[in-house]
């Protein structure tokens, strides 16, 4: 059965959907960004961002579930590390559509040249 856009990809554990959703939100790319400088706490993360910690750490829920971070507790402080390898899915998607898109640009590149070429 072929696979629904929605249904979860089994060796990253994670659908594309989801990490593209995650990634649709300003923030959350900002939070992507800095942790791709080293792991931070919840609190460090939040400092820059001018909202309630209850609705900060709804962002880092959903880059949670995405599979794009991920979190340890010790004590009452909990830490934030960027997970990679749902980045490199999207990479190969768009990989593969910058492919697509390049060989049919290509295609239509030489049917115009025959084109040109037949009306001289």
Known sequence: MPKRSGDRDEEVGVALDDVFHALSDPTRRQIVERLGRGPATTSDLARPFDMA????????????????????????????????????????????????????????????????????
Do not use: C, I, M, N
């Open 53 to 120: 910690l209850p609705s900060f750490t709804q962002h880092l829920r959903v880059l949670e579930r995405a599979g794009l971070v991920t979190s340890e507790k010790q004590g009452r402080v909990r830490t934030y590390r960027l997970a990679p390898e749902p980045l490199d899915r999207v990479d190969d998607w768009l990989a593969g559509q910058r492919a697509l898109w390049t060989r049919r640009v290509d295609q239509l590149d030489a049917l115009l040249y025959d084109l040109k070429e037949q009306q001289k």
